[in-house]
């Protein structure tokens, strides 16, 4: 065969790379991927975040501030609205509370929640449906629709007023939570190993500590980071409840900006700037162990 012969057919595959707009198999552009939906997406998104970011920084700002005249900028900045706030508002006292809460709160909630999730979703009853449907609603209503009820209960058995009330009205609504959240993970593991360690020796509780939980933490470590957050965070039901002794932060700045005649607003914001490092903290030091997301999308798989 002559040289020659061959020469069209090289010719060709030349000609077919150098063709633009040829379909290589590659991925696209990003300007290919751009549609309508990924805009307004992505619009929203940055909306959010520069509002979010918006408000921290008056915050911050007007926790510094001096005095505002005709515009949105201080004629100054100081710090002695949280030298104020830390000695005169109760800030220390609170801020240990609030987290002598959330870390009890959290503690009981998981340990009831998460045998309660293994019962709900291994165990066929009676009316199963109903009691789930009873056991989630404090978790759907509104903390204010059983708020004054659950409070009169508190002061009634001799406990209003104390940090003990405070937790245990918290584990209302958080607990269900826990079950929610805990109840998939449960599902996820199968019965076969179960029936394995029972077959090697291993009594209920011991199949619990030593195969479910460790199959199970991921679920756990979410919904102790998620209830965590939503403890930091809850006003109604601790309002009701609490004294001047056992007030959670969010209620000592309540309580200050609604106190007659109000607060300066360089006081209130350096109380909030507490706040938000408190939730900023918590947040940090919870996601440095677990990422929720990560175990939520390890469940899907």
Same mark, same amino acid.
């Given at each position: 065969?002559?040289?020659?012969?061959?020469?069209?057919?090289?010719?060709?595959?030349?000609?077919?790379?150098?063709?633009?707009?040829?379909?290589?198999?590659?991925?696209?552009?990003?300007?290919?991927?751009?549609?309508?939906?990924?805009?307004?997406?992505?619009?929203?998104?940055?909306?959010?975040?520069?509002?979010?970011?918006?408000?921290?920084?008056?915050?911050?700002?007007?926790?510094?501030?001096?005095?505002?005249?005709?515009?949105?900028?201080?004629?100054?900045?100081?710090?002695?609205?949280?030298?104020?706030?830390?000695?005169?508002?109760?800030?220390?006292?609170?801020?240990?509370?609030?987290?002598?809460?959330?870390?009890?709160?959290?503690?009981?909630?998981?340990?009831?929640?998460?045998?309660?999730?293994?019962?709900?979703?291994?165990?066929?009853?009676?009316?199963?449906?109903?009691?789930?449907?009873?056991?989630?609603?404090?978790? #759907? !209503?509104?903390?204010?629709?059983? *708020?004054?009820?659950? @409070?009169?209960?508190?002061?009634? +058995? $001799?406990?209003? /007023?104390?940090?003990?009330?405070?937790?245990?009205?918290?584990?209302?609504?958080?607990?269900?939570?826990?079950?929610?959240?805990?109840?998939?993970?449960?599902?996820?593991?199968?019965?076969?190993?179960?029936?394995?360690?029972?077959?090697?020796?291993?009594?209920?509780?011991?199949?619990?500590?030593?195969?479910?939980?460790?199959?199970?933490?991921?679920?756990?470590?979410?919904?102790?980071?998620?209830?965590?957050?939503?403890?930091?965070?809850?006003?109604?039901?601790?309002?009701?409840?609490?004294?001047?002794?056992?007030? #959670? !932060?969010?209620?000592?700045?309540? *309580?200050?900006?609604? @106190?007659?005649?109000?607060?300066? +607003? $360089?006081?209130? /914001?350096?109380?909030?700037?507490?706040?938000?490092?408190?939730?900023?903290?918590?947040?940090?030091?919870?996601?440095?162990?677990?990422?929720?997301?990560?175990?939520?999308?390890?469940?899907?798989?």
């Amino acid at each position: 065969m002559s040289t020659s012969a061959l020469l069209p057919d090289a010719a060709s595959r030349d000609a077919g790379r150098a063709r633009p707009g040829a379909d290589t198999g590659g991925p696209a552009p990003w300007f290919r991927r751009i549609n309508l939906t990924a805009i307004i997406t992505w619009f929203a998104g940055i909306v959010f975040v520069l509002l979010v970011l918006a408000i921290l920084f008056a915050v911050v700002v007007s926790s510094f501030g001096v005095t505002w005249r005709t515009g949105w900028w201080p004629q100054g900045f100081t710090t002695q609205w949280y030298a104020q706030a830390w000695s005169q508002t109760g800030v220390p006292q609170s801020l240990l509370t609030t987290f002598e809460v959330a870390f009890a709160t959290v503690a009981i909630a998981l340990v009831a929640g998460v045998p309660c999730a293994y019962v709900i979703a291994r165990r066929s009853f009676p009316l199963k449906s109903v009691v789930l449907l009873l056991m989630l609603l404090p978790a #759907t !209503l509104p903390p204010l629709t059983y *708020a004054v009820q659950l @409070a009169a209960m508190m002061y009634r +058995i $001799g406990i209003g /007023g104390s940090v003990l009330a405070v937790i245990l009205v918290n584990v209302v609504p958080v607990l269900p939570f826990v079950i929610l959240i805990t109840i998939p993970f449960v599902e996820q593991v199968s019965p076969d190993v179960e029936n394995a360690a029972r077959v090697f020796g291993a009594n209920g509780v011991r199949m619990f500590q030593r195969v479910l939980i460790p199959l199970m933490a991921p679920g756990i470590v979410a919904a102790a980071i998620l209830s965590l957050v939503r403890v930091l965070g809850a006003f109604d039901l601790t309002f009701f409840v609490s004294s001047q002794r056992s007030q #959670t !932060l969010v209620v000592t700045i309540f *309580a200050a900006l609604s @106190a007659p005649g109000g607060v300066p +607003i $360089g006081l209130a /914001g350096a109380m909030s700037v507490f706040y938000l490092v408190v939730a900023f903290v918590g947040l940090a030091v919870s996601l440095r162990f677990a990422n929720p997301a990560q175990a939520f999308q390890r469940l899907g798989r």
